[in-house]
């Protein structure tokens, strides 16, 4: 060992033997810091972290266990539990343990963030479910934010540049930074003024290269607001984020609505769950048919896909095909293990079976772990696949992994996450991939590259179909080797490739989103007025607003607590956070006050007045219970009083909540109060309204009362009450 190395702190240590793949060095130095630091909370957790950095996840794990042991209110080493579990396909695990850091920590930004990406590795969590926690944590984004935030004014382009702003912790080589780093060099610098603005610690060439085709800025020390202020400072018209809620996201900027238009490209492959983004920018082949329902955000396909491909420099060239020397066919996947589970090792099992001499190699990171090696051998021992025929790697340098392609003939997709730059690399190197697209984006990036090249039959229906084609492919030596031999003239002679073509339909697609949106908010004032209805339901089927608010001079703000209803904000009457205060000219509420109980109605109407501006007013109605008590009294609880699309109401439907509904769970239909025109006056008064007019429709059955904060003269409340209140 150099002297030097003695005088280095030992983590420093640890980490250098590392970074030069002396594995055996490293642990033993961090087994030395352990034991001379073992009831150091810090130190267990930075050693923790080199160790799964580097693929050791049960040395980390029996780091973070002890920190939890020494520090059971510290939660830092649960969270790093949670990551654990995620890189061994522990996914059930993981789930529970960022449900138990949730409801610890709320608030806390890496927990919801990592939980949220978490569900994406996961086959059990179902499409609806997942954009349900993207919704909710744009809910909590923007109260995080202070409320909902209105558009800066869109300036025309009236011959300008377009000035586009990046934000990603990923300028680096990492597969965003390699991506955008070719189409920042190919931008038409006429058209568009480029701005990049990053929040990661890892600088290198990439960082470098980016740093000289735009307007670099490091906001890695930035908070949210100060970041906000700085976007806004240099006028960008278009800000696009770049990680989505991968490690090091900004995201929650953008619910300080610092830039006029707002999308989400490249670096994530779901809902960012803001309604603040104007788009989600993929392509044809990433959106099944049912694709734009996993969405927030508006769906944008640009015409030649998703993003393009560049190889790095330092790429070897293709080898070739191992069958020729081997005499059998070698499978590999070289994907993040959080990608494998169980429907995977059943199809990768079922083709090893099915071709008995073939061979298979896994490689990642984690594979440095041997507990997860010896389950992963396991899972293929029990499914009929001899531990003899796998061969599990460790971690490389890039170069050197790029290399390893040469042991490989067919490359195997995990699914339902499959690889993105993998399978990018992996064709390049020569080696087809076999995948399986299914409903999530993410489930479709190597059927996305695949059908860009003209090779979409490599693309499975379903398992069988997979297990088919691989099959298939390691059956036909000929097709191996043309394909191995043609793959990278196919690929460059591709939209994957054509990088200046895909920066220019990009570009053109910016300006047109851009001219689009500033079109519509012309014809929509700045000065334009807000409704917020609350418990609006779905835009399909929900309450619809009167037609007092239904022109252009009102635009319309849904708030609703079911996130299957697509509202704008989720939220309840009881807690409307995520709305600013004064931050809304007029509230609609269409029978929801009667759903909370008496002592909750207080609460209520001050949120209502709350978020209302100073001259704003309340629209509201809910059942009258004078009319009802009539229809009891005249012995009718039971009778229809009147029909609705539900079917026959009637007054017990009204005074308790529709009693189907109630039938079939839905509890929340619940009637919990009740009121007079008396009664509900009088609530609105001590809630702070200075001017109220109401009415009862007998034949309606229901009250309709208008209450504004301001003091109105009696004949303007009138004037205004005839103009909205229904006849």
Not at 313 to 326: D, E, N, Q, R, Y
Not at 348 to 369: H, M, V
Not at 485 to 501: A, C, F, I, T, Y
Not at 558 to 587: F, H, Q
């Given at each position: 060992m150099?002297?030097?190395?003695?005088?280095?702190?030992p983590?420093q240590?640890?980490?250098d033997?590392a970074k030069?793949?002396r594995?055996?060095?490293?642990?033993?130095?961090c087994r030395?810091i352990?034991?001379n630091n073992g009831?150091s909370?810090?130190i267990?957790?930075d050693?923790g972290?080199?160790?799964?950095?580097f693929g050791?996840?049960s040395?980390a794990?029996?780091?973070?266990?002890?920190?939890?042991?020494?520090?059971p209110d510290d939660?830092?080493?649960?969270g790093?539990?949670?990551?654990?579990?995620?890189d061994?396909?522990?996914?059930?695990?993981?789930?529970?343990?960022?449900?138990?850091?949730?409801?610890?920590?709320p608030?806390h930004?890496?927990i919801r963030r990592n939980s949220?990406?978490s569900?994406?590795?996961d086959?059990?969590?179902?499409d609806?479910?997942?954009?349900a926690?993207a919704?909710?944590?744009?809910a909590?984004a923007?109260?995080?934010?202070g409320g909902?935030r209105?558009?800066?004014?869109?300036?025309?382009?009236?011959g300008?540049?377009?000035?586009l702003?990046?934000?990603s912790?990923?300028?680096?080589?990492?597969t965003?930074?390699?991506?955008?780093m070719?189409?920042l060099?190919s931008l038409n610098?006429?058209?568009?003024t480029?701005?990049t603005y990053?929040?990661?610690q890892?600088k290198?060439?990439?960082t470098d290269a980016?740093s000289?085709?735009s307007?670099?800025?490091?906001i890695?020390?930035?908070?949210d607001?100060a970041l906000?202020?700085q976007i806004r400072?240099?006028s960008?018209?278009?800000?696009?984020?770049?990680?989505?809620?991968?490690?090091?996201?900004?995201l929650s900027?953008?619910?300080?609505?610092?830039?006029?238009?707002q999308?989400?490209?490249?670096?994530?492959?779901?809902?960012?769950?803001?309604?603040c983004m104007?788009?989600?920018?993929?392509?044809q082949?990433?959106?099944?048919?049912t694709?734009?329902?996993?969405f927030v955000?508006?769906?944008v396909r640009?015409p030649m896909?998703?993003?393009?491909?560049t190889?790095?420099?330092?790429?070897p060239?293709v080898?070739p095909?191992p069958?020729?020397?081997?005499?059998?066919i070698?499978?590999?996947c070289f994907?993040?293990?959080?990608?494998?589970n169980?429907?995977?090792f059943d199809?990768w099992?079922?083709?090893?079976?099915?071709?008995p001499?073939?061979?298979?190699i896994?490689k990642?990171?984690?594979?440095?772990?041997?507990?997860l090696?010896?389950?992963?051998?396991d899972?293929?021992n029990?499914?009929g696949?001899?531990?003899?025929?796998?061969?599990l790697r460790g971690?490389?340098?890039?170069?050197d992994?790029l290399?390893?392609?040469?042991?490989?003939?067919?490359?195997?997709?995990?699914?339902?996450?499959t690889?993105?730059?993998?399978?990018?690399?992996a064709?390049?190197m020569?080696v087809?991939?076999v995948?399986?697209?299914q409903?999530r984006?993410v489930?479709r990036q190597t059927?996305?590259f695949?059908?860009?090249?003209?090779?979409?039959?490599?693309?499975?229906?379903d398992?069988?179909?997979?297990?088919?084609?691989?099959?298939?492919m390691a059956?036909?030596?000929?097709?191996?080797?043309?394909?191995?031999?043609?793959?990278r003239?196919?690929?460059?002679?591709?939209?994957?490739?054509?990088?200046?073509?895909?920066?220019s339909?990009?570009?053109?697609?910016?300006i047109?989103?851009?001219?689009?949106?500033?079109?519509?908010?012309?014809?929509?004032p700045?000065?334009s007025k807000?409704?917020?209805?609350?418990?609006?339901?779905?835009k399909q089927n929900?309450?619809?607003?009167p037609?007092?608010f239904?022109?252009p001079?009102?635009?319309e703000?849904?708030?609703?607590?079911?996130p299957v209803n697509?509202?704008?904000i989720i939220?309840t009457?009881l807690?409307?956070?995520?709305v600013e205060s004064?931050?809304?000219?007029?509230?609609y509420s269409?029978?929801?006050?009667?759903?909370?109980?008496?002592h909750?109605?207080?609460v209520v109407?001050k949120?209502?007045?709350r978020?209302?501006r100073h001259?704003g007013?309340l629209v509201?109605?809910?059942?009258?219970?004078q009319s009802?008590?009539?229809l009891?009294?005249?012995?009718?609880?039971?009778?229809p009083a009147y029909?609705?699309p539900a079917g026959p109401i009637?007054?017990?439907?009204?005074?308790?909540?529709h009693g189907?509904a109630?039938?079939?769970?839905h509890?929340?239909m619940?009637h919990?109060?009740?009121?007079?025109?008396?009664t509900?006056?009088q609530?609105?008064?001590?809630?702070?309204?200075q001017?109220?007019?109401?009415k009862?429709?007998?034949k309606?059955?229901d009250?309709w009362l208008?209450a504004?904060?301001?003091?109105?003269t009696?004949?303007?409340?009138?004037?205004?009450?005839g103009r909205?209140?229904?006849g």
């Amino acid at each position: 060992m150099n002297p030097v190395d003695d005088l280095m702190p030992p983590l420093q240590r640890a980490q250098d033997f590392a970074k030069a793949g002396r594995f055996e060095e490293m642990l033993k130095v961090c087994r030395q810091i352990i034991n001379n630091n073992g009831d150091s909370i810090n130190i267990l957790l930075d050693v923790g972290t080199l160790l799964s950095n580097f693929g050791f996840l049960s040395d980390a794990h029996e780091c973070y266990e002890r920190a939890c042991i020494l520090s059971p209110d510290d939660l830092r080493g649960v969270g790093n539990l949670a990551n654990l579990a995620r890189d061994a396909g522990n996914h059930t695990e993981s789930r529970t343990l960022y449900k138990t850091l949730r409801d610890r920590l709320p608030n806390h930004p890496v927990i919801r963030r990592n939980s949220l990406l978490s569900l994406e590795y996961d086959p059990e969590v179902s499409d609806l479910d997942r954009l349900a926690e993207a919704k909710a944590w744009g809910a909590w984004a923007v109260k995080q934010s202070g409320g909902i935030r209105p558009r800066p004014e869109i300036l025309p382009l009236a011959g300008r540049p377009l000035r586009l702003g990046y934000l990603s912790a990923d300028f680096c080589q990492h597969t965003v930074g390699l991506f955008v780093m070719e189409v920042l060099k190919s931008l038409n610098h006429e058209r568009i003024t480029a701005f990049t603005y990053s929040a990661g610690q890892v600088k290198d060439w990439v960082t470098d290269a980016i740093s000289i085709c735009s307007n670099f800025r490091d906001i890695s020390l930035l908070d949210d607001t100060a970041l906000a202020k700085q976007i806004r400072s240099d006028s960008i018209d278009i800000l696009i984020d770049l990680s989505g809620h991968t490690a090091g996201s900004r995201l929650s900027v953008f619910a300080h609505r610092p830039a006029p238009v707002q999308l989400s490209w490249l670096g994530y492959f779901a809902s960012t769950g803001l309604s603040c983004m104007d788009a989600v920018l993929l392509d044809q082949w990433h959106v099944s048919s049912t694709g734009e329902a996993q969405f927030v955000e508006p769906v944008v396909r640009l015409p030649m896909g998703r993003f393009c491909y560049t190889p790095v420099p330092f790429a070897p060239p293709v080898s070739p095909a191992p069958t020729l020397a081997k005499g059998y066919i070698t499978f590999g996947c070289f994907n993040n293990t959080s990608k494998l589970n169980d429907a995977v090792f059943d199809v990768w099992a079922a083709i090893l079976c099915q071709i008995p001499e073939s061979r298979l190699i896994l490689k990642w990171r984690t594979f440095n772990d041997s507990a997860l090696g010896d389950k992963v051998k396991d899972a293929f021992n029990s499914r009929g696949v001899a531990v003899d025929r796998l061969e599990l790697r460790g971690p490389s340098f890039h170069v050197d992994l790029l290399k390893e392609y040469a042991d490989i003939d067919i490359a195997l997709d995990p699914f339902p996450f499959t690889g993105g730059l993998t399978s990018c690399e992996a064709l390049w190197m020569g080696v087809p991939v076999v995948t399986w697209p299914q409903s999530r984006v993410v489930s479709r990036q190597t059927f996305a590259f695949l059908s860009a090249i003209g090779l979409a039959e490599l693309a499975a229906r379903d398992a069988d179909d997979y297990v088919r084609i691989a099959v298939e492919m390691a059956g036909d030596c000929g097709r191996l080797l043309t394909l191995r031999k043609q793959m990278r003239e196919k690929m460059q002679n591709s939209p994957l490739m054509d990088v200046p073509g895909f920066a220019s339909g990009f570009e053109q697609c910016l300006i047109e989103l851009y001219q689009e949106i500033y079109t519509r908010e012309k014809n929509y004032p700045m000065n334009s007025k807000t409704v917020l209805h609350v418990g609006a339901g779905h835009k399909q089927n929900g309450a619809k607003l009167p037609p007092f608010f239904q022109t252009p001079e009102w635009r319309e703000l849904r708030l609703d607590i079911d996130p299957v209803n697509e509202p704008d904000i989720i939220g309840t009457m009881l807690d409307m956070a995520a709305v600013e205060s004064g931050s809304v000219d007029a509230l609609y509420s269409a029978h929801n006050i009667e759903h909370v109980y008496a002592h909750e109605v207080p609460v209520v109407l001050k949120e209502f007045f709350r978020v209302l501006r100073h001259d704003g007013f309340l629209v509201i109605t809910c059942p009258d219970l004078q009319s009802i008590c009539a229809l009891v009294a005249e012995d009718k609880l039971r009778d229809p009083a009147y029909q609705s699309p539900a079917g026959p109401i009637t007054p017990l439907d009204i005074l308790y909540g529709h009693g189907e509904a109630l039938a079939h769970g839905h509890f929340f239909m619940a009637h919990k109060c009740g009121f007079t025109l008396k009664t509900l006056t009088q609530s609105l008064q001590e809630a702070g309204f200075q001017s109220i007019a109401g009415k009862r429709r007998v034949k309606g059955l229901d009250l309709w009362l208008l209450a504004v904060k301001e003091q109105m003269t009696e004949k303007q409340i009138r004037e205004l009450a005839g103009r909205i209140l229904p006849g």
